[in-house]
Structure formats: structure tokens, C-alpha cells
């Protein structure tokens, strides 16, 4: 599925609830999975690939892949500052404040409720992947000195004034302390 870039306006749009649980649905996570790999991401929300609904897959490595539809993220405890980058805006990094822990609950493929409670890593993409459902990217969490960091660089790589980072799976890296 191609995904959609800083500018398209899907990205900025507010999501719909996700009502019915199908066989389109679970062809729709799988499109989303292979794509989510194939990025390579982390995560991948609806919007990403064009889809309005409140819904996204992913696979930190330990507990994916997963679809989680209708998201709602409770009980956000701690901070994290880690280098987080999107699909959705190829190429730069930046240092991005989450929680450090957090509870996201939803529905699975076939409409059952579950939650899960993710540390670190989970819990930046559970945070990540939400704020896409709500029509926000990350950079729209940072100081305007950081958002223009961002967006320059963004700007070099398009121009081709410097390289984008070899490609590896994307949405964040630790931070060089």
C-alpha cells in the first residue's frame, strides 16, 4: 500500500470509529502488516495508507504483529525522551517526550476488546500511532525550534542535499546521550 506523506491531508484529518469487524478488516490488516514491514516501520496507522478509521497495526519485536482498532490509551505514567521518526514524514529523527508506560485498549480483527500495557518502545508506538488517529504526527509534540529542525532537514533530504538514513525498520531509535 502506498504510504501517504507530510502533506497529505488524510494525515491531518480526525479518524472514524471502526464498526464493522470482517473479512475486508482482516484483509485490510494484512495489507497494512505487509506494508508496515516492508517500510520498514514499526507501526502503521490507517491514515497512513489513506484509510480514516482508528485503527493501526504494529510489531516492536516482542509482542507483533498486532492490529489494535479504536484505541484508547489510559493510565500514562512516566516520561521517556527518545529519537522518534514517522513513514509518514521519511528521513529525519528527533528527540520526542512520551509517556514512559501506558495502557492502550481497543478491539481486535474480530471486534473483541482487549488492552495492553506497553513500557518504552511499545509504549512510544502505542502513543505514536494514536496521535495518527487524531490527525497528529510527532513533530506536532515539539518545540517549534525541534519542528523546524525536522522540517529543514526533511527539506535537505528531499533536495537531495543529503541522504535519508538507510532504510531499517522506522519510527524511532534511542537517543545518543
Not at 479518524?15 to 485490510?28: Q, S
Not at 505514567?77 to 514524514?89: F, H
Not at 512510544?124 to 496521535?131: S, V, W, Y
Amino acid at each position: 500500500m502506498p504510504i501517504r506523506i507530510l502533506g497529505d491531508p488524510v494525515l491531518r484529518a480526525p479518524t472514524k470509529p471502526v464498526e464493522v469487524f470482517d473479512r475486508r478488516l482482516r484483509g485490510l490488516r494484512d495489507d497494512m502488516i505487509e506494508t508496515m514491514y516492508d517500510a520498514p516501520g514499526v507501526g502503521l496507522a490507517g491514515p497512513q495508507v489513506g484509510i480514516s478509521q482508528r485503527l493501526f497495526v504494529f510489531d516492536d519485536g516482542e509482542t507483533g504483529p498486532v492490529f489494535m482498532a479504536n484505541p484508547q490509551l489510559v493510565d500514562g505514567q512516566g516520561s521517556q525522551l527518545e529519537e522518534e521518526g514517522c513513514l509518514s514524514i521519511p528521513g529525519p529523527y528527533h528527540v520526542t517526550e512520551r509517556f514512559s508506560r501506558i495502557t492502550c485498549r481497543g478491539q481486535d480483527v474480530e471486534g473483541s476488546p482487549f488492552e495492553m500495557t506497553g513500557e518504552a518502545l511499545l509504549a512510544r508506538i502505542f502513543q505514536h500511532e494514536t496521535d495518527h488517529l487524531d490527525g497528529m504526527l510527532y513533530i506536532d509534540r515539539l518545540d517549534d525550534d525541534g519542528r523546524r529542525a525536522v522540517l529543514a532537514e526533511l527539506r535537505r533530504i528531499e533536495l537531495s542535499l543529503e541522504e535519508g538514513p538507510p532504510p531499517k525498520r522506522r519510527l524511532m531509535r534511542r537517543a545518543e546521550s
